[in-house]
């Protein structure tokens, strides 16, 4: 690694990560980190890969990722990264020279993307597929993308993470619950499909294991949870859980096990990025709140009152701040109360979980565990398919699953 | 129970609940609530036992407690309910109403107890055993007040449970590590043996299972430890975790589990009962402080900075606040924080604890499970013989213990 | 005052107080305080006239003045008295029962309201006049109530002060900017004119001083305040300025003081009595965030984000809890952050306040002083004719008015 | 200033600041923000002289201070500039690479300074005037030091400026209460004078006009407030208002003139620089937590409860963080509360008023107003010889002098 250039120590331990999204802030921050514990820059605080008992998994490791991805941004991955230096301070200045270089490299492997029902999302300046392809054509042309990076850069195997900003929700989804209504739809153009159920169809079609680290439709089709039993394709999501859902899934168990009757929780998030700027819209926050909410109406169920808000403040740039506010009765109906603030800046929060992912996802395959990966609930806010939301219950299958296979 | 009068309702189910302390903020919250909950005048929010899979076990039930105690407070117990509920407006007005007479009568059992090195908690105008009388001589006294409360009410079995001031700390405590050590200590008069080893003793050497629900030494005696295991008594302790290291313990894992470094972990209490007023004497402070500290130390081993202060706020009354402000570094060593306040009442707090605990060392005795009772670690900040201080994991050995004796 | 009976002390200290809303949290709070001061029950504590340098103007004494009032619940000022001490706490027990007989002799002069033009604040069982009555009969009949009150009471002096629900924002205020102009649309039946402005026109019309506690469009018309100004009747208004908004106008001059640039200021409300129900109508929350939001962009010209919510959480009762997060730069573009949140009970905030401008608009007629009084800008969160949004400035004007008139 | 030079605008406005503890975080945050603002790279957001109507006055220009001073720390400027970058993130890197060469240039010119009875905050590795040498000759030691810097740099004025660490509290302070006293003392050697008072004596015995920044005794000496009016030279302290009592004292105001009853007022400072170690230590936190705790006590004479602590949280470095909880009681006797945090970098929020202080104090003695200023007291926690401590009254005294001046 002497010449400032990506490569990973050994062509074997290469894996591929092809991130829809790959210019956002999540993306970026997980490019960045990803190759700053490469060149031994920075630890890894924050992956939960890292730490026993996962880590004893036999997991590909950080500096074999290879990345590449599709976006519909015009912005550099460099200037992408300089902005958030400047307006979060994360990355430092250092870190980020020292990576400039693998980035502009990583930029050049980014493809234009497709952004069909993507509504709030899609800026004027956007660069994209023309919308008046046919919607086969566009998913043959995503696929090309994934096995073009696949073979020029000699990778055994090539995990798709959807990190692109959150689209609106999908009305009527039942009717792609199975693969054949999906792929009807797809041969007979149906113009409802949003972007993230192409890039996902795609993916599990072409045998990769996929992410859905967003609210977005993707995988959470029924279609698609057919097509990816039946080829035995790895995959999980959705909506990477990193802030005030996280913490609410760590407390929450703590009210019901003492039998403490929760009557109002609210919560209210403040962020300036563009992240909460897309949420701002209301359209596009609407599966965003949904799978906020489940987190308590799940753990408490007899809870009496339960909002979530989601503003955008731009100064705040990247820095999300949650503020939620617990009312509860216990003993002798006696009125009590906790308070939490959480200042987190939010793609350092998200960044390390999708490398976490992409190694969990990728040793799954591996092993040949096709389908849906319950063991990773613990890090999405909807885990699709797993009811338990206890982040402690849900961290304790994770563990189960690396003393299995360690 | 027309009459206003105690009365359990079947003599097959009457459980004697001894309160060392029966005059205190918890003994007569728990009393209260007891009599209120009998009385149908309240729900058991905040009571573990009746919550499943707990509440499946078979347990002496709620309104079928009688109460003693000791204590050396002139005031009477109703006397300190109408201060609770004038400061606190806990209990209500009517609900103290409807126990009055219940209160009353248990104030005639509750006998003059033993002070013995028992610093600040300690005021002058409190009634007490003779300081001069010998050591074996004491423990004498407090076992007959045990019994004859047993044989008088007709109880099949007694529980104690010591919820008096906190001690200051004993110095070397492992001089007292065998039984046969605290004996001969008994027998010879030791000096330095505090009145919270003496009240334990005789309940223990009386068969009574016992419940330390404070800081003070009790039964973490290696003596009285090999006592209880030997006679086949159930004791369990120290400290009841009700309010900011309960939320610690719920929370710190969350920090473990997706490897976050807490750089400082500051905690601040304020509170404005006499336990407080106790606890800002440094000496009684002493024990407090060190059991909540050492749930962080044992969640987050690798914690920079970790600190709790008590500090006694007259206005607050039984309210007790806490603010902590957790500061962490994540992912690219960026620097995140976290905050909360938890307002709470903290005798209402306690009080459904004691009675979850006596109804389940009680259940422990029915089925003979003498000796320490791990399965109830989720209910101490410093379980004895227990390293598990994630709340989420001490809970499931409860629900487990709760599964086996459905 | 030796029967229960609500008595002022001394004929000639005798003022009479209408409330519009007058079963009204606010309302029922002022009245239940009034009274309870009135037979020594409780301290005056919250009062500004109660203080010095205020207290030193010869103002009309609490217990002297007489209340009744125009309504439109069909619920009696006992019944919601009872409803508060029981949700919230306030008032307590002992002080209802005193003050009991009092309430339900004054809810006999509670008169039937309009409510043209109120929105959501009308429900559908509450007994209101006829909506097709013409509007000048509507303002006849008000004036009537006005005048058989203050001859039945032999009163010398009437102050009428609003404290109903808040009304949808007026559209289009301009056409109203004149006495002619407003006198006209009364006499050609104007259906657009809202309640607010019909009662207050009966009062300023018929000579007795006004406060507008509320944030509805009252006398912030150019054509009252031609007419009270003509006429010589004191009158200010508005908004009553008691929690989160009091708060930023005392601290956002430090900010402004110190030259630090105020990035972001978010407000977040949550509440849960019928106020907080009303404001979470659109409509209705209107006039009331655009009074709040004033305070900060007055104080901090250079304000970069100023937002401001108001969310109804029904356990909170009349409980009103703001978090706010400022977020600043100062020197060297260092980042910096404030939070606050602020607990109180919402009416027992407000009410002290009416009784404040009761006996100062009454002082303020009895000095011949008429038209709007910018002495009392440190009550309101929109001070009607006042610019000055700093708390301490404001506050120093009724000091000065103080020291002028003592 | 095309060479990176320092060098003022022009030499008639060129002021001589001399600092004593100049290379201390305040110092250093001080010097780089004016080079800073010297070369154009930050603006002047934090400075009270920069916002009208403070800056109508004619006062130095910031590119015209000239910077000296004392310190007994063996690191230089430019290694603790580097330090605060590195710890805190103020200043940015490109700031003080800009500045870097002013720094070092300035460095050069700080004398070793004395430090009798300065306690706890000297450490082993300080580089100090001997504490054998008389008390006279260490005198006579300092005024050379301002002398040989004046005429060295041809200044017309030098301001001293204190903002070396707290010293512990002198006792019986009274012995020095005349000019007479004090001098006699210096002469015969008294052993008990502290560093600051011989820094302060020497300066305004110089006739320098002089800060003291800190809460250290200083010009609190009623011989040197004697001395300063005999020789008309301007002086004021003490203890600079930063951070949570700066918010106290715009806070404090707005209970008392609302005539709310303060219960409680709880205040708790955790901080990680050089300074909160200081203050660890009890004996040079004394007068901190006195200067701190007399806002409160004289702003709500009623006040319950009053308590500030200071604690030492290393991860902070020059972070700190302020929660303060207020328990206060309204009308009915209802209980309420607010709370705040503040986070500020401690130097950032006091080195903009170091520039303010000097530039009025300058301007004072320009104008030949010697002794106490109190149109300076909103600086200052404990503003010698004026007993307001609302900050919005304070402000205004400065306001209303520079009406007079401008
Ligand atoms: N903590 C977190 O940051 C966090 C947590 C959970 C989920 N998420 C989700 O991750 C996603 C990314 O968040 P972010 O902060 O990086 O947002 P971002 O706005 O910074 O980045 C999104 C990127 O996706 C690109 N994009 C948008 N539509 C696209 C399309 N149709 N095809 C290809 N690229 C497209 C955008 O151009 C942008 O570069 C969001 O959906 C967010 O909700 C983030
Ligand atoms: N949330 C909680 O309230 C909580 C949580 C954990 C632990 N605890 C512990 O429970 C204990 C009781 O707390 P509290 O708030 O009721 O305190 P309290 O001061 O109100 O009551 C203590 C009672 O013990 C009595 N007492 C003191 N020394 C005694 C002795 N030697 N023998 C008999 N009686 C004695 C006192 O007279 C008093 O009536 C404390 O040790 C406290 O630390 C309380
Ligand atoms: N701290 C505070 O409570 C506070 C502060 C500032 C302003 N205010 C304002 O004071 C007003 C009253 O607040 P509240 O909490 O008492 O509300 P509330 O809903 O408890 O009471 C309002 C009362 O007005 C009555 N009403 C509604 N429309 C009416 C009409 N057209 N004519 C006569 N009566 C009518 C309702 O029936 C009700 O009894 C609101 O406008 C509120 O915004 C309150
Ligand atoms: N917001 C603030 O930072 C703030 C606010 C009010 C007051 N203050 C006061 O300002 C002072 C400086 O604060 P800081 O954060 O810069 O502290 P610091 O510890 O960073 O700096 C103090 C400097 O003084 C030097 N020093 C100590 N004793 C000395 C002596 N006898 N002679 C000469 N130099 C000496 C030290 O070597 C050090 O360089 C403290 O007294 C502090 O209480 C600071
Ligand atoms: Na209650
Ligand atoms: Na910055």
């Excluded at 490469?38 to 074999?64: C, K, Q, W």
């Excluded at 992410?211 to 949870?225: E, K, Y």
């Excluded at 793609?347 to 319950?374: I, M």
Aim: proline content about 4%.
């Amino acid at each position: 690694m002497s010449d400032g250039r990506e490569q990973p120590a050994d062509d074997a331990d290469r894996t591929g990560v092809w991130l829809v999204g790959a210019r956002g802030n999540v993306a970026t921050m997980s490019i960045v980190g990803a190759r700053a514990i490469a060149r031994g820059l920075t630890g890894t605080t924050g992956m939960v890969t890292e730490r026993e008992p996962v880590s004893s998994l036999d997991l590909p490791p950080v500096d074999g990722l290879v990345f590449g991805g599709h976006d519909i941004a015009p912005e550099s991955l460099v200037a992408q990264a300089e902005r958030q230096r400047d307006r979060n301070g994360v990355p430092d200045a250092e870190t980020l020279a020292a990576v400039r270089g693998d980035l502009a490299e990583i930029d050049d492997r980014i493809e234009v993307g497709t952004a069909v029902n993507c509504g709030a999302a899609v800026s004027e300046d956007s660069e994209r597929l023309d919308e008046r392809l046919a919607v086969r054509d566009v998913v043959d042309q995503i696929r090309d993308d994934y096995e073009t990076f696949r073979e020029r850069h000699d990778l055994e195997r090539l995990v798709v993470v959807n990190v692109a900003s959150t689209e609106p929700e999908l009305a009527e989804p039942d009717r792609y619950d199975t693969r054949d209504a999906l792929e009807r739809a797809i041969d007979e153009d149906d113009r409802d499909l949003p972007a993230s159920v192409l890039y996902t169809y795609a993916a599990i079609d072409g045998g990769h294991p996929f992410v859905n680290f967003t609210p977005s439709t993707g995988n959470t089709l029924g279609g698609i949870r057919e097509l990816a039993a039946a080829k035995d394709v790895p995959h999980m999501g959705r909506d990477a859980k990193t802030g005030e859902t996280l913490v609410k899934s760590a407390l929450a168990p703590m009210f019901a096990g003492r039998n403490l009757q929760v009557m109002s929780w609210e919560g209210h998030n403040i962020l300036g990025n563009k992240d909460g700027l897309v949420l701002e819209d209301e359209a596009n926050a609407a599966g965003k709140l949904s799978s906020k909410g489940d987190v308590l109406d799940s753990i408490l169920p007899d809870i009496g009152h339960n909002r979530v808000r989601i503003d955008y403040t731009p100064s705040l740039a990247d820095w999300k701040t949650a503020w939620d506010y617990i009312h509860f009765e216990g003993f002798l109906d006696t009125e009590m109360k906790m308070q939490f603030t959480w200042e987190g800046s939010d793609s350092a929060l998200a960044a390390p979980l999708v490398l976490d992912l992409v190694r969990l996802v990728a040793h799954a395959d591996e092993r040949g565990n096709g389908g849906l990966q319950p063991q990773l609930a613990s890090f999405f806010k909807a885990p699709i398919g797993v009811d338990e939301h206890d982040f402690s219950r849900q961290l304790d299958r994770l563990y189960d699953y690396a003393e299995q296979h360690r």
